[in-house]
DNA sequence: GTCTATAGAGCGATAGAC
DNA sequence: GTCTATCGCTCTATAGAC
């Protein structure tokens, strides 16, 4: 065998996956990818078609672990502690690999491997929320990945960097509980 | 006068706003600006020294608009309606100028005259809440911007079109009332 | 499966004439 | 203030040799 391989699509994909964290999505270049495994550009269309099949599988790592990471919170009830555990280990994914789950929240073109990873996620949310949200339990999902997910881009705008605003693991707290204490209210009247 | 002014400044901006809404930051070219202006690509430097100087003009334009916006609900005191109101116009600009309010929510490289208008606007929106909010408007109001942000960048994604989600009008309604009932239980505690 | 070489296109920015 | 011309760099993707 003259040309042995030399490299691998996981290991492509782990390179890229650093490379994206270290330079965002527009700034991963496949020159630049394919230079730090000593490889030629070209090299690399073997396992990935395209940059953009590079991008998905990506994203599909992304959304991988992402549910790993929230999987050992998802499985009992969420008690209100357990939501609190939810949003601290939700926050430190998106803190710890900005780009990959930036990746993940915009990629538009799902594959369906990712779309079924997401439906996984959201229906253990849904479910397990709903000792705690009762009928209302989509909706006090949605609320809650809309604000997570909000703060998450707040606070890499820089917003709660400026002087007297909140700092996020307070404002974190704080609006759970904000939640939280609107969820009792609603049990009354459901 | 052998060459008299072909454009202005004002004129770029304008249709460099136009030109990002249609193609994203990342599209946004000068020679393409150029060749709708009929100018060479040249004659924009005249103007603007450099692309980053023009984002940052149309930075500070987006912050103008938003608080343009937003400022006829926040020159009295916020009812639960108010905040309903102040919430459907924050959407109302994000979905109407999704790219202008992406370059406002991301350009770190803030002029002082951006950072001006920041605070102008997040200060009327502490002080208006807290009638509703007291002490803890601050934290109520962070809480707030991270819901209505994150329900864009959610919104955006796709999430809610996914089948047995809550869609973005009744889960605006429904986080609000949610948020505005553990306000109310606040009250009684502060 | 990897290589060299290149096609083909994009970009920001600058120099100097008028 | 705008022009022509161009520098110097980026990129994705392909063709064909080995």
Redesign the interface.
Known sequence: MPYPAKTSAEQILSAAITRLEQGGQ?GLSLRALAAELKLTPNALYRYFGSREALLAAMAVQGAVLLLQALEPVLRNSLSPQGVHELARRYLAFARTRPALYDLY??C?SLSSEQQQT??QL?EQVVQQLQPLAGS?S???A??L??????????E?????D?P???KPP??LA??L??????????ESSP
Chains 1, 2 share one sequence.
């Open positions: 527009a929240m915009t538009d997401y439906e959201w209302h989509a909706q006090v949605m609320t990945w809309s604000y997570l997910h909000g703060l998450v881009g707040l890499r705008s820089g917003v709660y400026s007297g605003s909140p307070q404002n704080f609006g509980n904000l939640l939280l204490a609107g969820l009792r209210t609603l």
